[in-house]
């Protein structure tokens, strides 16, 4: 018999590692993926045959089989379905084909305690074998094929693959137990686990018994069953075989829909953040059936991008069953489907942001990121998300919606007003707030890259645009309150004192000739009250923050950003000073040239970016200081 030995692909080893150690304590999900392998392989073949019958001739009766060898101290899950050739079989055991495999093993590395919830997020499926057995064989022999193979490995590194004999297609997955896990040797213990863990398996998983075979699970797929004989166990475990994660789903949906168009669709939002929710390819993984026959989990017409943290199923009575992938594109059917599915998500949504604020936030943590992006991609649901979404924000504690904080807005204030940036602490602290602080205006903190991006294409909210703080125009002048106008008309009430914009008009003057084109202008401040000066964006231009990440990205030109506008607060005692010296020397200064960049600097590095020139920044800095101590 000839035998050809291969390697596992480096990750698989590893994970095998991790895997053997991290979930023993769950070993018996091994029978779990098994039966899940199988039941995957009986759907794929159901949908092969819809085109070619004859690949199902003679035995069309799809079933799991488990049978219990004692002596040889065996477990064998065997299926019906669609089998492997040679190369599925070294295509789909030894190697993980999924996107992202390198990037997750690498994680795994690293971390500590939450390997088991991020093992399961990734779904290891059939290598869960070896964490009971020795080894492991998988005899199988594709549907429509005659040559079968038998595949074979102890889990250590390397596998082999040898031809074979099977009378007829599909595959057995013979699991050599360990010494120590004879207890899935008992019949009682493997009826445990199947009900526990795949009841919800569409077809039948049948034990072999001395007297008869016996039908373990209730073998009729989850969704088509009343809702209210539906345990929120039975829902979780169907959670977990769709979406190949230990977590609880966070909610749940379910629902049949008559009409015109009918479906069911059970879908879930996780409870945790799948591991790869901003890979590039951002695809839908919900599964599509059609009258109960899986179609396909790579539908792309079945929910938006920005949906994709969904899991689970929709099952169609109207769509052809021979539909194809490029008909997903253009299925008006589906795409009624699609519209409906979003817009039942967003109502179940409301209702939980209302009644549970607390758990609302959770999930908003996990996927509102995500699910912001359907406020530029999708504007017919645009509105639906501006209501769902939630913010940090300057005045309040926890997270505040759109509508609050319009509700909250000033009699004089007609602008939702916001800050971006990379972190809420730093925003915190931003120079740009300080107007804003002291006239007790709330501004929404925008942490999110995608909010840059949703921001630029939302005119308003309400009837009220949104602005950003770190923008020329902010208005503030025009809102009445807080601390900075009390103080202002106590100001205006002592005569004889110089306005303070117009004593620091020479500085900024001189400010300008000396940074040339490295700003768009220099002006005095309405908004600061702490900070000397800050750099705000002017009218018209990009956002700074949107500038830099669309350039990490290379989607906007290489080089310097766009030069913004200077702020300069005519009340901070060191611009009083410099505008003085300005006031009276002969426009050469160079005490005042360093300062004047030395100021632009500090305002970049406030913002968290990283300087162009930082020798030159140091070289000034030097300069000042010296300067200092000859006084
Ligand atoms: P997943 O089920 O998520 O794809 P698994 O590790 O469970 O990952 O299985 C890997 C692959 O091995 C499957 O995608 C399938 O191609 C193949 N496979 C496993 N078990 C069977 C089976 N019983 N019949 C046919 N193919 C199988
Ligand atoms: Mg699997």
């Known amino acids: 018999m000839a035998q050809e030995k291969f390697t596992f692909q480096a990750e698989v080893s590893k994970l095998l590692d991790i895997v053997a150690h991290s979930l023993y304590s769950h070993k018996e999900i091994f029978l779990r993926e098994l039966i899940s392998n199988a039941s995957d392989a009986c759907d794929r073949l159901r949908y092969e045959a819809l085109t070619e019958p004859k690949l199902t001739a003679g035995d069309a009766d799809f079933r799991v089989t488990i049978t219990i060898d004692n002596k040889a101290k065996t477990l064998t899950v065997s299926d019906n379905g669609i089998g492997m050739d040679h190369d599925d079989l070294t295509g789909a055991l030894g190697t993980i084909a999924r996107s992202g495999t390198q990037a997750f093993v690498d994680q795994l590395d690293g971390e500590g305690d939450d390997k088991l919830a991020m093992i ?17 064989e998988v005899l199988t022999r594709k ?6 193979w038998l595949w074979s490995s102890d889990g250590r590194g390397e596998f082999t693959i040898a031809d074979a004999e ?11 137990l360990d010494k120590k896990q004879d207890e899935f040797l008992d019949p009682a213990r493997i009826e445990t686990v199947v009900k526990q863990h795949s009841d919800h398996i569409g077809i039948p998983v049948v034990l072999k018994e001395k007297d008869g075979d016996r039908t373990l699970n209730t073998a009729s797929a989850l969704w088509t069953r009343d809702k209210k004989s539906i345990t929120e166990d039975q829902y979780k475990e169907f959670y977990q075989h769709v979406s190949h994660s230990f977590d609880q789903p966070w909610m749940t949906l379910h629902n049949r829909v008559e009409g015109v168009l009918s479906y069911t669709n059970l879908l879930f939002v996780p409870s945790t953040p799948p591991y790869d929710l901003f890979h590039p390819d951002r695809k839908p993984q919900v599964k599509l059936y059609v009258k109960r026959v899986f179609i396909t989990d790579d539908c792309e017409g079945l929910l938006p991008p920005y949906l994709r943290f969904m899991r689970g199923i929709v099952d169609s009575e109207d769509l052809p069953l021979n539909i194809s992938r490029e008909m997903f594109q253009h299925n008006p059917q589906l795409a009624k489907i699609k519209s409906g599915l979003a817009k039942r998500l967003f109502s179940e949504l409301k209702k939980k942001a209302e009644k549970k604020p607390d758990e609302y936030a959770e999930f908003w943590g996990n996927f509102g990121a995500v699910l912001k992006e359907g406020i530029y991609e999708e504007p017919e649901n645009r ?3 501006l209501a769902l979404a939630r913010f940090k924000s300057t005045t309040q504690d926890g997270l505040v919606s759109l509508e609050e904080y319009v509700g909250r807005m000033k009699k004089s204030q007609d602008a939702i007003y916001y800050i971006s940036g990379e972190d809420s602490e730093a925003l915190l ?8 602080k002291a006239k007790n205006v709330e501004v929404l903190l925008m942490t999110d890259p995608v909010d840059d991006f949703w921001i630029s294409a939302v005119a308003d909210f309400d009837s009220k645009p949104f602005k950003s703080a770190a923008r020329a125009g902010a208005d503030l002048d025009k809102i009445k309150g807080g601390v900075k106008d009390k103080k202002k008309d106590a100001d205006n009430k002592k005569d004889g004192e110089k306005d303070g914009a117009a004593a620091i008009e020479p500085l900024l003057a001189q400010f300008k000739v000396v940074l040339g084109a490295a700003v768009k202008d220099v002006r005095p401040s309405e908004r600061l009250t702490e900070s000397a000066v800050c750099l705000v964006t002017g009218e018209g231009d990009m956002d700074a923050r949107l500038e830099r990440i669309l ?8 080089g310097d950003m766009t030069p913004r506008v200077l702020e300069v607060n005519p009340g901070h005692p060191l611009i009083q000073g410099l505008a003085e010296r300005a006031r009276t020397g002969d426009g050469q200064d160079p005490l005042i040239a360093d300062a004047a960049f030395l100021l632009l600097d500090q305002a970049r590095i406030v913002d968290g970016e990283v300087l162009a020139d930082p020798q030159a920044f140091s070289r000034r800095l030097t300069a000042v200081m010296e300067s200092g101590l000859k006084v």
Do not use: M
């Open 166 to 176: 099977r009378d007829a297609r599909g595959t057995d997955v013979i699991v050599h």
């Open 120 to 136: 399961g997020q990734f779904g290891v499926g059939f290598y869960s074998t070896f964490i009971v057995a020795k080894k492991v």
């Open 383 to 385: 509105e639906r998300i």
């Open 551 to 558: 350039k990490q990205n290379r989607q906007a030109g290489a």
């Open 143 to 148: 549907a429509g094929g005659k040559d079968a």
């Open 429 to 436: 602290k931003s120079p740009h707030l300080e107007g804003f």
